[in-house]
């Protein structure tokens, strides 16, 4: 008779074991909530397992010997105390009802019912890796009670303990089975961790290959994103929108949209306005009817939902949990990425704007000296003045045609020496500039950054000195991956305060080129200029890195 208990609890396992090899019950099993047409989806399930065990149960003395209780005991356990409660009242409700007479048919009853509760306890109040064990002893003790009942409730008594005598050890110990059933569906429950694994590492990798192409965020660049995302979860086609239009579509169906322009659906829109994921398993877009499978995840900024991204199969039900799961971790990944690129791009047009503001501080002071000594020289020296107007017009011609905020250092370098030529002009034989340039150097550099420092070190360097003074300039690579640009001068020597100054990021008094230059200079390449004072004179020098993008000649 035990042998008979197993093999019919085996034969539940086996139809169980089916059951998990399908995706709609293995999704059913691992999701953390249940709606209730799943859950009275499931009752049923355990429901007619119970009921054939009592129809194949073998007849003892006006009893049966069954796996009724392993039944209500297993649902309960893996489903919760809604299903173990209705599952053991309808298995002994049914138990009941087809032999009323019978000296079993009450106690069967009331431990089915008895057995639903122990399971639905289990399930709210035993942590998961004990379940299995408990819900045998638990299935025993229900089994127990059962035995006691018909002891109890069977007339004559000797004909409870009679048929007790004969069905207690097959029907008690045949509880083991509750615990093979839970391990083996708990086992596909586990499976999902096993799953959320692989889907994170993929939504990661995915955001790593797309990572590079978030840096600048164009029409050209969200292709790409979505030809990755399209290729590495195998969906048919991915689309990005914003709130208004669809921004990129790579896949089936591409060709019948006017990407940039075209308008979003109304199924998007509702997605965007609710802020919740949308799913339709088998439905046929409206514009690609060979798409039957799609699903809309909102993308969100700041707590506000500014785009979607949209996942397409051709085939239906193909947006699975475990896609889904994925798919809302690879929004949130991406959601991520485009604010993160946003406020970059936002950085930089702020970094470009100071760096613009601060030129222009830079350039009225250079035209007010050169002015000055255009005026000087027009009386007296005709011939100079007119040099020193090209040496202006040349200057300034290079300044106005900028499109960029760097240029190549040897333009640079032209500024500065007619820059130089204007000061000459006003120092004479008093000023000497040597020019310690590496030639073979070829990179860009922001408009006006050598020049004040140039002009600092005559006008507050030599210009107070009595004698005569040197200014040298020098440009020279400094080891591999830089270059070290200085300027230096034998002039008064700059004073400690104003070199704390500038580090503090404070104005000194008539030095707002070399404040300047240092915030430039620290917005540009992260490090901001080095002084010091020497004996006589003043060095400022600055490096430049190599692997800057912005240096390509």
């Known amino acids: 008779m035990l042998l008979a208990v197993y093999e019919r609890a085996a034969l539940m396992l086996i139809c169980l074991f089916l059951l998990t090899r399908t995706r709609t019950f293995r999704e059913l099993l691992q999701k953390e909530q249940h709606t209730g047409q799943e859950l009275l989806a499931v009752t049923v399930i355990f429901s007619l397992f119970a009921i054939f065990s009592t129809y194949s149960g073998i007849p003892v003395e006006g009893s049966l010997i069954n796996v009724r209780i392993i039944a209500v005991m297993s649902g309960g356990i893996l489903f919760g105390p809604w299903v173990g409660i209705a599952t ?43 379940r299995w064990g408990i819900g045998i002893i638990g299935g025993m003790l229900c089994e127990c009670l059962t035995m006691l ?41 586990d499976e999902k961790e096993v799953i959320a694994a692989r889907q994170a590492k993929l939504a990661l990798d995915i955001a790593n290959k797309t990572l590079p192409y978030f840096r600048h965020i164009d029409s050209q660049s969200l292709n790409q994103i979505c030809d990755i995302i399209r290729t590495d979860i195998q969906a048919d086609a991915v689309a990005i929108t914003n709130e208004h239009n669809i921004l990129a579509y790579v896949g089936v169906g591409a060709e019948l949209y006017n990407i940039g322009h075209e308008i979003i659906s109304e199924m998007t829109k509702e997605s965007i306005h609710s802020g919740k994921i949308t799913i339709k398993n088998n439905d046929e877009a409206e514009r690609t009817p060979q798409i039957h499978s799609l699903i809309i995840i909102p993308l969100w900024e700041k707590g506000v939902v500014t785009g979607t991204l949209k996942i ?55 035209l007010f000296n050169a002015l000055n000594a255009i005026s000087s020289s027009i009386r007296i020296n005709p011939d100079t003045a007119r040099q020193l107007i090209i040496n202006l017009s040349r200057y300034l011609r290079y300044n106005l045609e900028l499109d960029g905020a760097h240029i190549n250092i040897k333009k640079e370098l032209y500024q500065i020496q007619d820059y130089i030529a204007i000061e000459q002009a006003r120092f004479g034989s008093k000023l000497t500039v040597i020019y310690d340039i590496d030639e073979e150097l070829s990179f860009n550099i922001p408009s006006l950054l050598i020049q004040p420092l140039v002009e600092n070190a005559i006008v507050h360097g030599i210009q107070p000195c009595r004698g005569k003074g040197v200014v040298v300039i020098s440009v020279k690579p400094d080891g591999e991956h830089r270059i070290r640009i200085a300027v230096k001068d034998t002039g008064s020597g700059i004073s400690e305060q104003v070199i704390d100054q500038v580090k503090r990021n404070e104005l000194p008094a008539n030095k707002i080129g070399l404040l300047n230059v240092h915030h430039r200079v620290r917005l540009l390449y992260g490090e901001g200029l080095h002084i010091r004072r020497l004996e006589p004179g003043t060095e400022i020098w600055f490096y430049i890195s190599l692997a800057d993008r912005r240096l390509a000649a």
Do not use: W
């Open 312 to 366: 397409y199969y051709c085939h239906a039900h193909q947006i699975t949990n475990s896609l889904k799961v994925m798919a809302v971790g690879l929004s949130q990944i991406i959601s991520t990425q485009i604010e993160v690129s946003r406020i970059e791009q936002l950085r930089e047009m702020a970094d470009q704007a100071e760096l613009r503001a601060l030129q222009s501080k830079i350039n009225p002071h250079f």
């Open 149 to 189: 009942l018909v002891i109890l409730y069977a007339q004559p008594m000797s004909l409870g303990l009679d048929i007790v005598s004969k069905i207690a050890v097959p029907m008690i110990f045949g509880g083991v089975s509750i615990g093979m059933i839970v391990l083996l569906v708990q086992g596909v429950e």
């Open 88 to 130: 053991g009242t309808i298995a002994g409700v049914h138990r009941y009802l087809i032999d009323m007479g019978g000296p079993t048919s009450v106690p069967c009853l009331i431990s089915s019912i008895v057995a639903g509760f122990v399971s639905g306890y289990i399930k709210l109040k035993v942590i998961k890796q004990h």
